[in-house]
């Protein structure tokens, strides 16, 4: 099939599918390795046994897509849509049976409409490429998008996507105004003709279940000239449990204009060398630092935040800052193959969400389970809820975490790539710690973030799956707004021809 496959791609010889022979590669060309390596942001599927595709494309045209589309259908082969690469699972580029990768790495166009506050944006873009092109031209517009800049615009959008500015204006799929889409048939869509339903679908039903996203045009939303961050960090022995517990109540309740985020990780105390957590309490507030001190003072004395515990900046400044990019300048932003600090190169990560506050008591559990573990790269994270995500109805988007959030919990291991040999070690402890949480998190479903792809949670068999076997996971990602999306799926994909472990089924029995 994969030379039908390749002889069908090189049939088109239209004028604007000409070139496509120049954006094909297969395990014979030099450079295959190169571009299925340039965005794996997971080593622990780049294994020499990790399943690779028959063939790469990087398309340069829309037609190169549709053709792909549909040699793909008629030979039967899977495909794969990358964007950024950064799916925690490695859906993007693997898989268990055969498949061809799109890689949209070419679809980067950015244009930005500062007299109308919009922008379109292609799939393959990163968030980085995104906030720079709109820097260039405005220093009080910008988007709100996640803080790592090297993840794609096209599956960070398919999921919902959160980041700094969450609290003031919504995930980015609140943000999203129109988009330009191709379905199995190879038709290309916009927000009129691909109508309402899909339209909802794709603005955080997960990506690789309808088909693919070329574009999107985008609401930019406004941000002061200046805007104040800081980081304050307390160990078990300066009260780190009370404040931890403490900020379950404050921080989803604090105005709009503030993000606010704790991570935990064990260090040895400098002090007498002895094993603690040491929890960060980090924040973005949308204004100086004379408006920051006296609203902490009121809400979050027990903290402590002195005007030295803070640095105002500009916006664009703080993204750099919250991706822990020390003396970078803005040009950062377009650097695809950065590697940031705070991913490791291999890893495995969770989430959960809270409803009701975590009893101070049982921090002492949690702190244990982080002793438990020898791994390099060990961080739990808090990221507070509230604010406009409470006022977005849970069926707005299929993205369905809103009012009665508290927060949401990120579980992260990693370690270096030549420890994918103990990964069995690191993720029977991840799955340990999951569990125990179980009491504390929701339930009935406990929610899980699709964009923190978790295939521990359920997946597609490789053949038929019911509707009864993927609500297990879709419920967790979706909660009611799963249905809907079946609705959809059946509608625009009824032979289901775009799948992986985690798309949406085109049938309810
Ligand atoms: P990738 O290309 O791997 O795609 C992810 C999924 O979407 C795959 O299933 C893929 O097939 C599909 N897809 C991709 N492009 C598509 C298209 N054009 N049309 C249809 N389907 C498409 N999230 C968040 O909300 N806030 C954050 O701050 C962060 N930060 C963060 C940091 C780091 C280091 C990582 C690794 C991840 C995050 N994330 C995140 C999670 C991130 O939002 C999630 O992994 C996205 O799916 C990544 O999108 P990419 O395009 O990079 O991934």
Not at 248 to 275: E, G, M
Not at 387 to 410: C, Q, S, W
Request: glycine share 8%; net charge positive; with cysteine.
């Amino acid at each position: 099939s994969h030379h039908k496959f390749l002889h069908c791609l090189s049939s088109f010889h239209s004028e604007d599918s000409s070139s496509i022979s120049k954006v094909i590669y297969t395990p014979y060309n030099s450079s295959y390795s190169f571009i299925l390596e340039s965005s794996i942001r997971n080593l622990r599927f780049s294994e020499p046994d990790t399943p690779k595709p028959l063939v790469i494309v990087t398309p340069l045209h829309t037609s190169h897509i549709q053709i792909t589309i549909y040699c793909s259908r008629k030979h039967e082969l899977q495909i794969r849509i990358r964007s950024g690469g950064h799916d925690y699972e490695g859906l993007s580029y693997t898989s268990e049976v055969s498949f061809v990768i799109i890689d949209l790495v070419n679809f980067r166009a950015i244009d930005v409409d500062v007299e109308n506050k919009a922008a379109w944006v292609q799939s393959g873009a990163t968030l980085g490429e995104l906030y720079y092109g709109i820097a260039e031209r405005s220093r009080t517009l910008t988007f709100p998008a996640g803080v790592c800049h090297t993840v794609g615009v096209g599956g960070y959008f398919s999921g919902g996507g959160y980041g700094l500015l969450f609290r003031k204006y919504g995930l980015a799929v609140d943000n999203i105004i129109d988009a330009q889409f191709i379905d199995t048939n190879g038709r290309i869509l916009n927000r009129k003709s691909m109508g309402e339903d899909l339209f909802w679908a794709i603005r955080g039903g997960g990506g690789g279940s309808f088909g693919i996203v070329l574009a999107w045009k985008v609401k930019l939303v406004h941000v002061p000239t200046t805007v104040t961050v800081f980081t304050v960090s307390k160990t078990l022995e300066q009260n780190a449990t009370k404040l931890v517990h403490l900020w379950q109540y404050v921080a989803p309740k604090l105005p709009h204009d503030t993000f606010s985020a704790i991570s935990f990780r064990k260090v040895n105390s400098s002090q007498d060398r002895q094993r603690t957590i040491l929890a960060s309490f980090q924040s973005l507030y949308l204004g100086g630092v004379d408006e920051l001190i006296p609203l902490m003072q009121e809400r979050f004395p027990e903290l402590g935040l002195r005007k030295e515990d803070c640095t105002e900046m500009s916006w664009i400044e703080s993204i750099l800052y919250f991706g822990q990019i020390q003396n970078g300048t803005m040009d950062i932003l377009l650097d695809r193959s950065y590697k940031t600090t705070f991913a490791s190169p291999s890893f495995k990560r969770k989430s959960d969400y809270v409803k009701e506050p975590i009893p101070e008591t049982a921090f002492t559990g949690i702190w244990s389970k982080l002793y438990d573990v020898d791994a390099k790269f060990v961080r739990i994270s808090f990221v507070a809820y509230g604010g406009k995500m409470d006022e977005i109805p849970e069926t707005a988007t299929p993205f369905p975490h809103r009012a009665g959030n508290l927060y949401k919990i990120i579980y992260n291991v990693g370690w270096e790539e030549e420890d994918n040999i103990k990964s069995q070690k690191y993720l029977s402890w991840i799955r340990n710690f999951y569990s125990y949480m179980s009491s504390f998190v929701s339930k009935h479903p406990r929610e899980a973030y699709v964009n923190y792809r978790d295939l521990d949670i359920g997946r597609n068999n490789k053949g038929k799956t019911s509707f009864v076997q993927a609500s297990i996971w879709g419920h967790k990602y979706f909660k009611k707004n799963f249905d809907r999306l079946v609705h959809v799926k059946i509608m625009i994909d009824p032979t289901n021809f775009f799948k992986h472990e985690q798309s949406i089924p085109p049938f309810f029995s």
